[in-house]
């Protein structure tokens, strides 16, 4: 086939053949470091909702076999003849987005994650044709446009979440002008991508509340993230002394919910994004937004040069994500258990470990 004629390269990853949700070992085809690209030996790589949804084909686009991955770290081992922004041994990561048309408003801009031809690290069809496949495996090759360097202040496996989960919360924060100390942000799930919201809300001085279903979240909440505030979104008593408390909302949730309850938080004009994906659609009344004049909108990743430049922000302010750190035999139980929310708060599987299925 011509769209593989140069994946000589055999490697072997953890892949999902079926809708049952696991993944089992699998061995295939990566193409040849080609000139504008990088080889990187995978050190870790994080495990995301996005991961569960493709390998359940929640959303029903996946094509199978499909390796999973968009959080990846590890160690450049190749350099094709044009790259000169890398070098063998650097310590590098790939998030979610591997190839883009290069030539639109967007891709021009470095928003290549709106460019309507982008393409994603796992399950996309990338520029030769051929089925792209992600992070849970030994070994990726990438063209140097998408990659970014992790700053050597922080460790790659807790850096590793930071290419999705920290990306999809730091675009919308900086783009609505969320980075100003002493305004208020509240927080809409406290997980992988909410926990790190968090911690960008407190390294920027604003107070920032937390809003979960779940009560038992709010020792560990103020423990050991520092909230300011915290707020059970079942307790209607609680969610009217907050009312119009708000400057602005990050929304996590990757479940069905309704956002006008949330959305009474909010001051006037406030401002809420959602960044989770939920695979149905989310209730939103109307009279919380017109009589609040409030705003509601969504984000989606990040750009490449503005993922380098979250990194260094989270190397500046120490920002690390909170880890457990799973082996590859190890990888359906994470999954499972990513299910339910039963991490705090990122699974990251240690690719380079002896560790086999």
Known sequence: MEATANHTQIVTGWAGKDSSGKVTPHVFKRRENGPEDVTIKVQFCGMCHTDLHYLKNDWGITMYPVVPGHEITGIITKVGLNVTNFKVGDRVG????????LNCEF??????????QVQFTYNGIFWDGSITYG???????????YVVCIPESLPLDAAAPLLCAGITVYSPMKHHNMFQAGKKLGVVGLGGLGHVAVKFGKAFGLHVTVISTSPN???????????DGFIVSTDPKQMQASSRSLDYIIDTVSAKHSLGPILELLKVNGKMVLVGAPDKPVDLPSFPLIFGKRTVSGSMTGGIKETQEMLDVCAKHNIKCDIEIVTPDYINDALSRLARNDVRYRFVIDIASKSRL
């Not at 790939?94 to 048309?101: H, L, P, T």
């Not at 992070?135 to 446009?145: F, K, P, Q």
Request: charged share 30%.
């Open 217 to 227: 979240k709010e020792k560990e909440a103020k423990e050991l993230l520092n909230v």
């Open 135 to 145: 992070g849970y495996s030994e070994m990726l090759v990438a063209n140097n446009r």
């Open 107 to 116: 891709c021009e801009a470095s928003e290549e994650n709106y460019c309507d």
């Open 94 to 101: 790939v998030g979610c987005i591997y190839a883009s048309c």
